[in-house]
């Protein structure tokens, strides 16, 4: 057969579609033969076909008591061919760190063919005491390496030739075969229909998003180790208690602390709301020790018949957070505990509220 001509092409002979490189056409002209003929192939893979991706908000906040946030990726499927695809994402630092603010984050989510469901994951929110302000961090959605994957099958009645990635490929009549990984162009042979997998997504907008850490002042409560011995040995359990106003009985857990001896360590800092003198006091069956701002203000390591009240003044300033450290221990019987404040603009006791306990200090860190 004569071959083709055209201006644009290099004067040279085409004698076999496998040895001619692609670059040597211009878009337009590029060619799929079958059956010694040839026909237009368009450019690859339209964008329309793909589907997109993208998070449901540009920006999220999350208040650094709740602990986590969950985020949330919608995707909405082309007018095109219909099939899974899979996308990553990962956080990056702003003024919000990883491993002090928030727990680095990342990893993959799958779509199935024809799958609109949002999918979510979560990202750890870390005490962090230190701050004075809201911080944030981001979070990038990727597409990863493009991939087209699925089974080409050939309803006609002859060879066709295509070319899957640049390489030649010759599928008989009635055969099929799966591609992976491979750029496919569009359209296809007479004859030639494409079944898709998998195949690569767009980012729509948002594909980054801001999530702000609120502090501002308020406290959560203060970081709890729990031992099985009375001499906080044996560490069981490390939680974090909103207030400390217990009443237990025998054992404060049950299922991992035997009755009857075990200790409590609570650690962190507390921010006063006066600039004066403020009363600690504990109430509690058996013994206690406070330290306030490495002062040791309550010490009372005995064992008890009942609930006994302790007390222990110290100056503070508003607004600026102290360390804390509050120890107890109980040996038989019953169980309890309690802490509280008072001072002279807060005449009444009160047990001390959780915005101002914070669970990480520089001195008891987490």
């Not at 690569?200 to 850490?213: E, F, H, M, R, S």
């Not at 991992?256 to 507390?270: D, E």
């Amino acid at each position: 057969m004569p071959q083709p001509k055209h201006p644009d092409w290099e004067q040279q002979p085409v004698t076999d579609l496998q040895a001619v490189p692609l670059h040597r056409f211009r878009p337009a002209l590029l060619v799929i033969w079958m059956l010694g003929c040839y026909e237009p192939v368009l450019s690859p893979l339209q964008a329309q076909t793909m589907s997109t991706v993208q998070f449901n908000a540009a920006s999220y906040s999350v208040d650094a008591a709740q602990g986590a946030i969950t985020v949330t990726v919608t995707r909405s499927t082309g007018t095109g061919l219909s099939a899974g695809t899979t996308l990553s994402y990962h956080t990056i630092d702003g003024t919000a760190l990883s491993g002090q603010d928030y727990s680095q984050t990342e990893g993959v989510l799958t779509w199935v063919g024809g799958e609109e469901t949002d999918k979510s994951f979560a990202i750890r929110i870390l005490p962090s005491a230190q701050a004075q302000s809201d911080k944030t961090f981001y979070i990038q959605l990727g597409i990863g390496p493009i991939a087209t994957r699925g089974k080409l099958q050939n309803r006609g009645n002859a060879n066709a030739k295509l070319r899957l990635g640049g390489a030649l490929t010759v599928l008989p009549p009635s055969q099929t075969i799966t591609t992976d990984s491979i750029q496919l162009q569009f359209p296809l042979p007479a004859g030639v229909v494409f079944t898709p997998d998998q195949l690569p997504a767009q980012l729509g907008t948002p594909d980054k998003a801001a999530v702000t850490i609120r502090t501002s002042g308020r406290g959560w409560g203060l970081k709890a180790e729990y031992f099985d011995n009375i001499d906080l040995t044996n560490l069981r359990l490390t939680e974090t208690n909103a207030v400390i106003d217990f009443t237990w009985g025998t054992t404060p857990k049950p299922e991992i602390i035997r009755p009857g001896t075990f200790s409590v360590r609570w650690t962190g800092q507390v921010l006063p709301a006066f600039s004066e003198e403020h009363t600690f006091s504990t109430v509690a069956e058996d013994g206690v020790r406070l330290w306030v701002n490495g002062r040791l203000v309550i010490n009372d390591w005995t064992e008890h018949d009942g609930p006994v009240e302790k007390r222990g003044v110290i100056s503070l300033v508003a607004g600026q957070k102290v360390d804390l450290k509050l120890e107890y221990y109980n040996n038989l019987g019953a169980a309890s505990v309690k802490f509280f404040w008072s001072s002279s603009r807060q005449k009444t006791r009160k047990i001390v509220p959780q915005d101002h306990l914070f669970p990480t200090s520089a001195a008891y860190p987490r």
